[in-house]
């Protein structure tokens, strides 16, 4: 079982409100990642880190922003929720100096609604 | 086009059976290739990672196999059981990229009737 964890787990807000998505992992894995999934799609790479002080955008874009000012912890902002923002929000984690094989270990995700 | 492809969609068996997914991809330079399973409202839990040396990899009831040669794989569940119903992904690293680049398929939806 990965210890990656992912708050709040199901989240409904109005249009317009700020929001932030908690991640935490307690593996010491240096690199960080959030993905977007709408049902029955793939994965999308919104955001990673590969490190303190190291963010990058992924593939699709986003208007939310990401922070990592301690290893463990990589929140997910977003300023003005919208209705297109409705998804859910998978945090992963992967970098273990005793894990060569970079598997991604991945929370539980928060399903978030805007209405 | 998603470079990584994988069929059935969705398949219902009956508990006890055995089912074969099907994963096809195109990402080059390829890395290795990861099963992934991803129960209903919760992260993909990893089950399988091949490299392109590997031809198949076993976990307990599963089972994948990788042809790296036709771009293919396949993850074979035997003796399926009521909590195998989940979706199971099938993921393909890119070995030219720093960060191990990943791509997703879209998943086949797996529901175990009693």
């Known amino acids: 079982e990965a210890d990656i964890y992912q708050t709040p787990r199901y989240l409904v807000i109005g249009t317009g409100k700020k929001i932030t998505l908690e991640c935490s992992q307690t593996?010491?894995?240096?690199?960080m990642y959030w993905y977007q999934q709408d049902p029955g799609m793939e994965l999308h790479l919104i955001h990673y880190?590969?490190?303190?002080?190291?963010?990058e955008k992924g593939d699709l874009s986003s208007e939310s922003t990401v922070s990592r000012i301690r290893t463990e912890h990589f929140p997910l902002t977003l300023e003005s929720a919208r209705p297109s923002h409705t998804s859910q929000y998978l945090c992963?984690?992967?970098?273990?100096?005793?894990?060569?094989?970079?598997?991604?270990?991945f929370g539980a995700g928060t399903r978030l609604s805007v209405l | 086009k998603n470079q990584v492809e994988q069929s059935p969609q969705s398949l219902i068996i009956l508990e006890g059976k055995n089912c074969t997914l099907q994963?096809?991809?195109?990402?080059?330079?390829?890395?290795?290739l990861r099963w992934y399973k991803q129960d209903t409202g919760r992260g993909p839990v990893s089950l399988t990672i091949?490299?392109?040396?590997?031809n198949t990899k076993s976990n307990g009831r599963y089972t994948a196999t990788l042809d790296a040669d036709t771009k293919q794989s396949s993850l074979h569940i035997t003796a399926s059981q009521l909590s195998d119903s989940a979706s199971y992904i099938c993921?393909?690293?890119?070995?030219?990229?720093?960060?191990?680049?990943?791509?997703f398929g879209r998943g086949t939806q797996l529901t175990v009737w009693p």
């Open positions: 880190s590969y490190g303190v002080n190291s963010t």
């Open positions: 992963a984690s992967s970098g273990s100096p005793r894990d060569n094989s970079h598997i991604q270990y």
């Open positions: 994963c096809n991809y195109t990402v080059s330079p390829f890395s290795n």
């Open positions: 593996m010491g894995h240096d690199k």
């Open positions: 091949m490299t392109f040396s590997e």
């Open positions: 993921v393909v690293v890119d070995r030219g990229s720093t960060l191990g680049r990943l791509y």
